[in-house]
């Protein structure tokens, strides 16, 4: 590249200052021994469900506590086979909450049953479990809890409520591989506990889930659900006693769990300390007088999957999307988790309006998904909060 040419007026010559990378909203990191286990794998010939899907089981179970896990293609098929492993169906309600990917919501759907939403703890943006009471029908069947951006919900509570009126519960623990409650792992304890893998989260198998179950009669259904309903016996018996999906995870995504695994306590410290800064800095005196909402500071049981803020929406002249957009062109990337269930179009057709839950759909107006993944700097951290923070002032209300 050439020099650039000076000028022949007196004023200096003004030097362009370097761009700094995109910072993503999150980056999975796979290690060098991952892609070569992977490309063993290939080179092995056994690509489908096979060896290294037992493995991850295993591996996955005795971080468990030995219960019975069974790994899927995505998180999303965990909640509806343990469902349908439940028994829910047609004429039932399962309560869950209308903060959250709409795939909670859908798979109840999905096995004919009806979600009954109840409104949020605007805290810890997760279920109300003071309101789950007063949705119970005598058609509820089960509760359907959210562990959004890994912090847990209050498995002592949700666990009484579930007992006292004969519930299943379906754990939403998507978000909160790694995190724990009261000292136990979440997935250790509980009645139908289900992960996923999704390269977004903690760690991944690029895609995939798990769903952690209560004994081996449960585990057998599972994998029929996961399979066709297909039961194999011998060299060529074969059984269809229900119906089932194509729902079974690789022995290449199950090779990239197994690197990742390892990493687990690893990969949560190094989040933790980055929400750790994340808190520091928007707690100074120019963060504080921006009246955003921060998560709860919780450094003991959550795996701080993500750090997300709530933007105080009647302190601003512009729209979430607005700040998304200056964040961008700033090289920040930023996300949405999540729009609200119920105002979806398929959600509206069965009912449910705005003003129905209005600490969600505040919440969820102004929810905004800040960059947190292990391989981030202290500098990165810095740098989302004072755009972030200049972007807010520029735009307060007067």
Not at 126 to 146: C, F, K, N, S, Y
Not at 294 to 306: I, K, R, S
Request: one cysteine or more; hydrophobic letters at 40%; a neutral charge.
């Amino acid at each position: 590249m050439s020099a650039p040419v000076p000028s022949s007026r007196s004023e200096p010559v003004k030097v362009a200052e370097p761009t700094l990378p995109y910072l993503p909203l999150t980056r999975p990191t796979i290690d060098d021994e991952t892609i070569a286990g992977v490309a063993e794998v290939l080179r092995s010939g056994w690509l489908t469900s096979g060896p290294k899907v037992k493995e991850l089981e295993a591996k996955l179970s005795a971080y468990c506590g030995g219960r019975p896990v069974r790994v899927f293609n995505s998180g999303t098929c965990t909640m509806e086979i343990a469902l349908r492993i439940a028994g829910i169906g047609p004429g039932h309600e399962v309560i869950t909450t209308p903060l959250s990917w709409v795939a909670t919501s859908n798979v109840i759907l999905e096995v004919g049953a009806r979600p009954v939403f109840v409104d949020i703890d605007p805290v810890t943006r997760e279920i109300d479990l003071d309101r789950i009471e007063a949705a119970l029908t005598p058609a509820t069947r089960a509760i359907l809890p959210v562990d959004l951006a890994g912090l847990p919900v209050d498995r002592d509570r949700l666990y009484a409520i579930a007992q006292k009126h004969r519930l299943r519960v379906v754990e939403d623990a998507a978000q909160s591989y790694g995190s724990t409650w009261r000292g136990r792992r979440i997935g250790a304890c509980g009645d139908f506990v289900s992960f996923s893998f999704h390269p977004n989260k903690n760690v991944t198998t690029i895609e995939g889930g798990a769903l952690v179950l209560n004994d081996e009669r449960e585990a057998k259904l599972a994998e029929q659900y996961r399979l066709q309903g297909v039961v194999r016996t011998g060299f060529d018996g074969m059984e269809v006693e229900l119906v089932g999906g194509k729902f079974n995870l690789t022995d290449v995504a199950a090779r990239v769990g197994l690197g990742q695994l390892p990493h687990l306590d690893e990969f949560n410290a190094r989040r933790r300390e980055l929400a750790r800064a994340y808190l520091e800095l928007f707690h100074a005196p120019a963060g504080q007088a921006l009246g955003l909402q921060l998560p709860p500071a919780d450094f003991t049981q959550t795996n701080w999957h993500m750090f997300q803020v709530v933007l105080p929406e009647e302190k601003l002249t512009i729209k979430r999307g607005e700040v998304m957009a200056k964040l961008h062109a700033a090289g920040i990337g930023t996300g949405v988790h999540y729009p609200a269930i119920h105002l979806f179009a398929l959600y509206r057709a069965l009912g449910w309006k705005a003003g129905d839950f209005p600490r969600a759909e505040y919440t969820c107006r102004n929810i905004l998904s800040l960059p947190l993944f292990p391989t981030m700097t202290r500098a990165d951290v810095v740098r989302v909060v004072d755009n972030l923070t200049a972007i807010l002032q520029a735009h307060r209300k007067s």
